[in-house]
């Protein structure tokens, strides 16, 4: 297992499309988190997943975003009708539970709204 | 809520110079203080955990301390390849406990 994984790495699309966002965390890891960072700013939260379930979303997290995670494997970000206050880099992250473990980062979709 | 501050914003150290970055906290119940190390383009790299005041963590030229109310991170003889975006992020134990708060970070620069 060679860590999380996140697919495309960059992605610009026009304004009014949708995206979609994968993740594959590290295997063993049954917790699965979503971040977004803007330039000059820390990761800020999204979204939690424990194994299949969302169980947290973010006051950041409006109804064009919608987050899935299918038996409790990869997950997927989507954001539909873009605006250019989406455009980001979308982070991924997963954990153990039990523990307050450090997460482990994916590398981040970058996205560019036009 | 939870709140991390970070100073300086930007540093910019010859090598061999040493410093510290800071990080000052808020939180309801600290479960765990993180620091991460981010390069351009990159996601955030694990460096260290931190539990409760008084702790440190060492790894090649980083050596991490924690207080009640901030931790260091002393960077000791920095070569060039230390250079990058340096994050804190606290986990408290309130309501959601396994989401972590980060600063805004430190931007190190090591000229050679």
């Known amino acids: 297992d060679t860590g999380v994984s996140q697919d495309p790495r960059h992605k610009i699309t026009k304004r009014g499309q949708n995206v979609t966002f994968r993740c594959d965390p590290i295997?063993?890891?049954?917790?699965l988190y979503w971040y977004r960072q803007t330039l000059g700013q820390g990761p800020e939260f999204l979204t939690y997943?424990?194994?299949?379930?969302?169980?947290?979303k973010s006051r950041l997290l409006s109804d064009r975003f919608s987050a899935e995670r299918p038996k409790g494997s990869f997950s997927t970000l989507e954001i539909q009708r873009t605006e250019q206050g989406d455009s980001a880099m979308y982070l991924c992250?997963?954990?153990?539970?039990?523990?307050?473990?450090?997460?482990?980062f994916g590398s981040g979709t970058r996205l560019t709204v036009v | 809520e939870d709140q991390v501050t970070q100073s300086p914003e930007a540093l910019r150290l010859q090598e061999g110079e040493s410093s510290s970055l800071n990080c000052s906290y808020t939180?309801?119940?600290?479960?765990?203080l993180f620091w991460y190390r981010q390069d351009p383009g990159k996601g955030p790299e694990f460096l260290f955990t931190?539990?409760?005041a008084g702790e440190e963590k060492e790894k090649e030229r980083l050596k991490a301390t924690l207080t009640k109310k901030e931790s260091f991170l002393h960077i000791t003889a920095p070569k060039p390849e230390d250079s990058a975006t340096y994050l804190c992020?606290?986990?408290?134990?309130?309501?959601?406990?396994?989401?972590?708060?980060f600063g805004k970070g430190t931007l190190l620069t090591v000229n050679p």
């Open positions: 997943f424990q194994n299949e379930a969302q169980l947290e």
């Open positions: 992250a997963s954990s153990t539970s039990g523990a307050n473990y450090g997460y482990t």
């Open positions: 992020a606290v986990q408290g134990s309130g309501g959601s406990n396994y989401k972590l708060t």
């Open positions: 939180v309801s119940g600290l479960r765990g």
């Open positions: 931190l539990y409760s």
């Open positions: 295997s063993e890891h049954n917790r």
